[in-house]
Nanobody, 116 residues
Framework: QVQLVESGGGLVQAGGSLRLSCAASGNIRSLNTMRWHRQAPGKQRELVASITSGGTIEYVDSVKGRFTISRDNAKNTVYLQMNSLQPEDTAVYYC??????????WGQGTQVTVSS
């Protein structure tokens, strides 16, 4: 079993920054693609950013140039640096790891609220 623990959410004014972290522990032989998703009230969960084990990165268009995803394999951790936050970024953010090639695990979610 693998557990993911997220941290770093909170309340910030528009234009501010937050850094999310998600650390994995447990039976990890291989840590593959790491992703951040978000779900705003009344909306479907959407993929925000992803980073493969080889370092390939993708972002949804709405966060390009503002968010940066990175990973620390030694710590089994993925980060999401969020700058120039806007009210439309308000959502619960979830990390998702593909582990040991065949399994996906989700974090518990962390609330990000951006006030105007």
């Amino acid at each position: 079993q693998v557990q993911l623990v997220e941290s770093g959410g909170g309340l910030v004014q528009a234009g501010g920054s937050l850094r999310l972290s998600c650390a994995a522990s447990g039976n990890i032989r291989s840590l593959n693609t790491m992703r951040w998703h978000r779900q705003a009230p009344g909306k479907q969960r959407e993929l925000v950013a992803s980073i493969t084990s080889g370092g390939t990165i993708e972002y949804v268009d709405s966060v390009k140039g503002r968010f940066t995803i990175s990973r620390d394999n030694a710590k089994n951790t993925v980060y999401l640096q969020m700058n120039s936050l806007q009210p439309e970024d308000t959502a619960v953010y979830y990390c998702c790891f593909r582990v040991n090639y065949n399994y996906e695990y989700w974090g518990q979610g962390t609330q990000v609220t951006v006030s105007s």
